[in-house]
């Protein structure tokens, strides 16, 4: 079954191989970015896969703009519980990284001049996380509080894909 879904992902996401824009990214001028909420749950891995095969990566809240938008899709949306970001400690428990490879403490951020995400007090996990009470409690996620988490990676849950802006918007009816 899991092989049928990944399949039917694949084989979906051809049109964008062909160049087309998937028209269920809606575009955010102040986060400068294409965004999805995947409504179908995911495992963390799954949904980064799916996020990728679409041209796009899970959303991080690395700036306060995306943070936003994360925000406002999640109310707008309204998940029952958190959703997974791009931030992960896959590769070492408790190194949190985004997709893209930058560490947690090192994301820069525009509203505190030449700090980090961790100096401007943004990385603030939910109170008593990240805990790690077990293995695979790898995978970050966020509340509606736009507080982190750390959650189970192999737990389904919503996630939101975010594209960079100069992806040709050509949206096929």
Same mark, same amino acid.
């Given at each position: ?33 294409w965004?999805?909420? #995947? ?7 799954? #949904? ?71 100096? #401007?007090?943004?990385s ?13 409690q ?36």
């Amino acid at each position: 079954m899991k092989s049928c879904f990944k399949f039917f992902v694949l084989f979906y996401c051809l049109d964008f191989i062909n160049g087309s824009f998937r028209c269920d990214y809606k575009y955010s001028s102040k986060a400068q970015a294409w965004f999805k909420f #995947a409504v179908v749950p995911a495992n963390w891995f799954d #949904a980064r896969l799916r996020c990728l095969l679409e041209g796009a990566v899970l959303a991080s809240p690395t700036t306060p703009e995306i943070l936003t938008e994360m925000r406002n899709i999640m109310n707008r949306s309204n998940p029952e519980y958190e959703i997974f970001t791009g931030i992960h400690a896959t590769v070492s428990q408790g190194d949190y990284y985004t997709i893209e490879g930058t560490p947690l403490s090192k994301i820069p951020v525009s509203w505190a001049e030449s700090q980090t995400l961790v100096e #401007a007090g943004y990385s603030k996990f939910s109170s008593g996380q990240p805990n790690n009470v077990a293995p695979g409690q790898s995978c970050g996620g966020i509340y509606r509080s736009s507080l982190l988490v750390d959650i189970f990676c192999d737990r389904p849950a919503t996630f939101i894909c975010e594209k960079s802006p100069g992806f040709p918007f050509v949206c096929r009816a």
